[in-house]
């Protein structure tokens, strides 16, 4: 890279949506410190500039797009009583996290196992076997273990 020049990376963190073939795919989460430790390593990258615009995505909004997205019949008291008291459940997230498990089975902030329907499935016709296909190939064509294989 020539000398004058600086790399920025905007960050925001992954967010699985609806309908969209990585809807399966867990979010991105962790701590913005990471990721620059990461890219600052031994000052090899010391001219990569990370900047998050707009704001890092926090856990907590991560938690809550995962409820609009992943919520059901099975799970509706417990978002209502999240929405309802949002400041108390912000202060303990992991107490969310515990219930949804206990209620669902698996974890909001993994992947969504293939052999449930996703919440919508019953209002909706889509083409689930080429969306997973497409995630399939993608995620394998570009994951970081393959990269640093090749």
């Given at each position: 890279m020539p000398k004058d020049?600086?790399?920025a990376i905007h960050w925001n963190a992954f967010t699985p949506s609806a309908?969209?073939?990585?809807q399966w795919q867990a979010p991105a989460s962790g701590e913005f410190k990471e990721l620059s430790n990461f890219l600052h390593h031994e000052k090899i990258?010391?001219?990569i500039k990370i900047y998050h615009k707009p704001k890092m995505t926090s856990y907590w909004t991560l938690i809550r797009r995962m409820l609009a997205i992943?919520?059901?019949i099975q799970t509706a008291k417990l978002i209502y009583n999240f929405a309802f008291k949002e400041?108390?459940?912000?202060k303990a997230p992991i107490f969310i996290l515990n219930e949804y498990k206990k209620i669902t089975g698996h974890d909001l902030m993994g992947d969504w196992?293939?052999?449930?329907?996703?919440?919508?499935?019953k209002y909706c016709i889509y083409r689930k076997d080429i969306m997973s296909r497409l995630a399939e190939r993608n995620i394998k064509k570009y994951s970081c273990h393959e990269r640093k294989e090749a």
């Amino acid at each position: 890279m020539p000398k004058d020049y600086t790399i920025a990376i905007h960050w925001n963190a992954f967010t699985p949506s609806a309908q969209t073939p990585f809807q399966w795919q867990a979010p991105a989460s962790g701590e913005f410190k990471e990721l620059s430790n990461f890219l600052h390593h031994e000052k090899i990258n010391e001219r990569i500039k990370i900047y998050h615009k707009p704001k890092m995505t926090s856990y907590w909004t991560l938690i809550r797009r995962m409820l609009a997205i992943r919520g059901d019949i099975q799970t509706a008291k417990l978002i209502y009583n999240f929405a309802f008291k949002e400041s108390q459940f912000k202060k303990a997230p992991i107490f969310i996290l515990n219930e949804y498990k206990k209620i669902t089975g698996h974890d909001l902030m993994g992947d969504w196992p293939k052999d449930k329907p996703m919440p919508w499935d019953k209002y909706c016709i889509y083409r689930k076997d080429i969306m997973s296909r497409l995630a399939e190939r993608n995620i394998k064509k570009y994951s970081c273990h393959e990269r640093k294989e090749a």
